[in-house]
């Protein structure tokens, strides 16, 4: 989607003041931030959505909200939206009202002496091609396409309808696009593709020669 | 932006009094347990954060085996130190010269190497790093400190899938025969982002 949280190369956002923003949590806030993290993770466990189906629950939003809530804000907001859209918890719960028993019940709730494995392991994303090859090689010539689905997309705007090429090939992994809609067999080849800044940038690109990549699954991607 | 300036009490307050609400229902709903929140926190504010990702560095520095195995398989070669996992599971590293620096951001959320780096830092998530990194690099580098040769090109990688990178900075002069551990000691977080250099030994 064309949504807030799409904002590679804007202008207008001030400095990045690393120092005073180097800690995990924002300042003052570590306490309800470090929970919020932990929830999120500890629920996303439960497996009722995908990790893209997280992150559009996360971006869509109108842009006043996105930038209002503040990073963990966004999760908290994120995570309760998808509690209520699976049933498992209701609008009226999650104001205070009585809990009830008629929810769908979790698939599972991690337990604290799962939790060493559970994020060892994490959650693998290449898929078995079953025979199907990559059509870019590194080095091949591409061109971004000019994609604006309402729905989720790992495709930024400021990397559309570019020219650049393939450095890499990555792997046959999770098509986010569909699996933002909830399909966890859609997979795709992933290549990571490079463009030159003056290409992104035109005539204010800081160095031509620099260069941005950004990872590409193949319906992104034509030959030029 | 919302980080910009202190949150006040009320507020802070009120987002306190809001998780905490959270949490309290989920608990009684069986969808998560608080012994396990407890246990999450835990794990990244004292096993899993830089220190991993530093390791990596310092064999990757000593240990041309390694550093080959490193560059065609990231992800075993950082398995087999056993960092793994969430935020970690398909690994690149990508390697600083002197004619190339590398740079990661994620201008669509805040993707980062978990396994190798932990948590990100605060600015990794703000919407000034992400917006900029990929358009002005080097003004950005300029407010960790870093200036560049201009003959250094720069490679921003914008982790859009769910590849993760660890930048594998360039080992500093004058550390010929530390030891593996002492080397460690120089790999900052922010050099493995590639919002820093690896540093001096003097600085150390």
Same mark, same amino acid.
């Given at each position: 989607? +064309?949504?807030?949280?799409d904002i590679?190369?804007?202008h207008?956002?001030?400095?990045?003041a690393?120092?005073?923003?180097d800690?995990h949590?924002?300042?003052?806030?570590?306490?309800?931030?470090?929970?919020?993290m932990?929830?999120t993770?500890?629920?996303?466990f439960?497996g009722?959505? #995908?990790i893209?189906?997280?992150r559009f629950?996360?971006?869509?939003? #109108?842009?006043?909200?996105?930038?209002?809530?503040?990073?963990f804000g966004?999760?908290?907001?994120?995570?309760?939206r998808?509690?209520?859209?699976?049933?498992l918890?209701?609008?009226?719960?999650?104001?205070?009202?009585?809990?009830r +028993?008629d929810?769908?019940?979790? +698939?599972?709730?991690l337990?604290?002496a799962?939790?060493?494995?559970?994020?060892?392991?994490g959650?693998?994303?290449?898929?078995?091609?079953q025979?199907?090859?990559?059509?870019?090689?590194?080095?091949?010539v591409?061109?971004?396409k000019?994609?604006?689905p309402?729905?989720?997309?790992?495709?930024?705007?400021?990397?559309?309808?570019?020219?650049?090429?393939?450095?890499?090939?990555?792997?046959?992994?999770a098509?986010a696009d569909?699996?933002?809609?909830g399909?966890?067999?859609?997979?795709?080849?992933?290549? #990571?593709?490079?463009?030159?800044?003056? #290409?992104?940038w035109?005539?204010?690109?800081? +160095?031509?020669a620099?260069?941005?990549?950004?990872?590409?699954?193949?319906?992104?991607?034509?030959?030029? | 932006m919302?980080?910009?300036?202190?949150?006040?009490?009320?507020?802070?307050?009120?987002?306190?009094?809001? $998780?905490m609400?959270?949490?309290?229902?989920?608990?009684?709903k069986g969808?998560?347990?608080?012994?396990?929140?407890?246990?999450?926190?835990e794990t990244?504010?004292?096993?899993?954060?830089?220190r991993?990702? %530093?390791? $990596?560095v310092?064999? %990757?520095?000593?240990?041309?085996?390694?550093?080959d195995?490193?560059?065609?398989?990231?992800?075993?070669a950082?398995?087999s130190?056993?960092f793994?996992?969430?935020?970690?599971?398909?690994?690149m590293?990508?390697f600083?010269t002197?004619?190339?620096?590398?740079?990661v951001?994620?201008?669509?959320?805040?993707c980062?190497?978990w396994?190798?780096?932990?948590?990100?830092? $605060?600015?990794?998530?703000?919407m000034?790093?992400? %917006?900029? %990194?990929?358009?002005?690099?080097?003004?950005?580098?300029?407010?960790?400190? $870093?200036?560049?040769?201009?003959?250094?090109?720069?490679?921003v990688?914008?982790?859009?899938?769910?590849?993760r990178?660890?930048?594998i900075?360039?080992?500093?002069?004058?550390?010929e025969?530390?030891?593996v551990?002492?080397?460690a000691?120089?790999?900052?977080?922010?050099s493995?982002?590639g919002?820093?250099?690896a540093?001096?030994p003097?600085?150390?």
């Open positions: 989607m +064309n949504g807030p949280h590679g190369g804007a207008g956002f001030g400095p990045v690393p120092a005073a923003h800690g949590y924002h300042a003052g806030a570590e306490g309800w931030e470090a929970r919020a932990a929830i993770v500890a629920a996303g439960g009722h959505w #995908t893209d189906e997280g629950a996360r971006e869509d939003r #109108t842009p006043l909200e996105y930038h209002q809530l503040g990073y966004i999760w908290l907001a994120a995570l309760t998808l509690l209520a859209e699976r049933g918890v209701t609008e009226d719960e999650l104001a205070g009202g009585p809990v +028993n929810t769908v019940p979790p +698939n599972r709730c337990p604290a799962e939790v060493g494995p559970m994020l060892a392991r959650g693998p994303v290449d898929r078995d091609p025979g199907r090859e990559p059509v870019y090689r590194p080095g091949d591409v061109r971004t000019n994609l604006q309402r729905g989720h997309t790992r495709l930024p705007a400021y990397a559309r309808d570019k020219v650049g090429r393939i450095a890499h090939v990555q792997g046959f992994h098509f569909e699996s933002a809609k399909d966890r067999a859609a997979a795709e080849w992933l290549y #990571t593709v490079v463009f030159d800044a003056g #290409t992104l035109g005539a204010v690109a800081e +160095n031509p620099d260069e941005v990549t950004f990872d590409a699954w193949e319906p992104y991607l034509e030959r030029v | 919302p980080h910009d300036h202190p949150h006040d009490h009320s507020e802070l307050d009120d987002m306190t009094a809001r $998780v609400a959270l949490e309290t229902l989920l608990t009684r969808i998560v347990e608080s012994a396990a929140l407890d246990e999450i926190i990244y504010e004292t096993r899993v954060g830089p991993n990702g %530093a390791a $990596v310092a064999r %990757a520095w000593t240990d041309p085996e390694f550093r195995w490193l560059e065609r398989d990231a992800t075993a950082i398995g130190m056993g793994t996992g969430r935020q970690g599971e398909h690994m590293a990508v600083n002197p004619e190339r620096h590398n740079m951001v994620c201008t669509l959320c805040s980062y190497p396994s190798v780096l932990g948590m990100p830092p $605060v600015w990794y998530k703000s000034p790093y992400r %917006a900029r %990194a990929v358009r002005e690099p080097r003004a950005v580098l300029a407010e960790f400190g $870093v200036t560049l040769p201009e003959e250094t090109a720069v490679r990688w914008d982790s859009t899938a769910e590849m990178y660890l930048v900075p360039m080992r500093p002069d004058g550390t025969g530390m030891s551990d002492a080397l000691g120089l790999v900052t977080r922010d493995m982002i919002t820093g250099l540093l001096a003097e600085a150390a």
